[in-house]
């Protein structure tokens, strides 16, 4: 009887793993809440809007007895609902307690410290120039905290030149949490150089979690042939890794799961990068690590460029 063949050996590559990646300390506590809640109440309970922008994370916890919706009006009578990790703007806490529901907040304390600090600018007669994207969740709820007309939306440094306040205008600017550093930093110096008396936020608003995603990625991108970052597409800030990876010159792809992944990227290509937004848990990580172990002979290693050790506390509804 011949001898079967041996299987053709699998051509090796080198991986290099991003650190920090994945899940921040404002994912990890939107998600206990959660938990938590279903646990204290009961299944089911409400949650306006995705608690953070993962699809895995979602079904999981859906699996678990969370109803996902997009509007308070389709939360029922009588049950807990808890709103997103993004944040919403103040009528929507404000119709929940009119109409008698018991909500929890998810908002990430991050966020919330911008929300404060948009409060006070009013408070203090300043018009607020808020740099994010039209329409994500974060903008959309930071602009609730304050009355209409009182903040104006930046994307770009083009938006910059195109503003119309006067010279001496008393203004202010705030950002969402999840943007670019770089160009945010290049929206800031645009506005400081158009308004140089505009009053800029205590400490940085984009938050450590989304600065040091992007400084990790800086970090191993420049090595690699290609870049996966895992990540919804609906997440500013896996797309954000992206971007900073194409600008380190690799070509990089958002995928959301290992299935994602097409064996003819890899054609030609020795180096891989690897890392994970804010919103996406390590079993994404060691699935997609398995994958690549499924079509090549990886040797891996880890860039750690920063140590995470911030937590939150939960609302005191669920410390009882």
């Not at 921040?24 to 506590?29: H, I, L, S």
């Not at 709103?83 to 103040?90: D, L, M, R």
Request: hydrophobic residues 45%; negative net charge; proline residues 7%.
């Amino acid at each position: 009887m011949n001898a079967p063949f041996p299987s053709p050996a699998k051509p090796p590559l080198r991986l290099f793993i991003a650190a920090p990646r994945g899940f921040c300390a404002g994912v990890d506590r939107a998600i206990e809440i959660v938990e938590r809640a279903i646990e204290k109440y009961g299944p089911p309970v409400y949650v306006r809007h995705e608690i953070v922008h993962n699809r895995f994370v979602v079904d999981g916890l859906k699996a678990k007895g969370a109803i996902f919706v997009e509007e308070l009006d389709e939360v029922p009578d009588g049950v807990p609902v808890i709103f997103s990790a993004h944040g919403v703007p103040k009528s929507v806490p404000a119709a929940a307690t009119e109409r008698g529901l018991q909500w929890l907040d998810a908002t990430c304390p991050l966020v919330s410290k911008v929300h404060r600090q948009a409060e006070r600018q009013i408070t203090e007669g300043r018009h607020i120039l808020f740099i994010g994207h039209a329409g994500h969740p974060e903008v959309i709820g930071t602009f609730g905290q304050v009355p209409e007309g009182a903040m104006t939306l930046v994307e770009t440094v083009e938006d910059v030149a195109a503003l119309d306040f006067a010279p001496d205008a008393s203004l202010a600017y705030l950002s969402q949490t999840t943007l670019s550093v770089d160009d945010t930093a290049a929206i800031i110096a645009a506005i400081q150089a158009r308004y140089p008396q505009v009053a800029a936020p205590k400490a940085e608003d984009i938050c450590y979690a989304t600065s040091n995603r992007q400084a990790a990625v800086k970090k191993v991108a420049p090595q690699c042939q290609l870049m996966f970052v895992i990540g919804a597409p609906n997440s500013s800030n896996s797309l954000r890794l992206a971007e900073v990876a194409q600008r380190s010159g690799v070509c990089s792809q958002l995928i959301q799961r290992a299935s994602d992944i097409d064996p003819a990227w890899l054609e030609g290509v020795d180096t891989v990068g690897l890392t994970a937004g804010a919103s996406a848990p390590e079993a994404l990580v060691n699935e997609v690590i398995d994958r690549l172990k499924d079509l090549r002979e990886v040797t891996s290693e880890e860039f750690v460029t920063a140590n995470e050790t911030i937590s939150f506390k939960l609302p005191k509804q669920l410390l009882s």
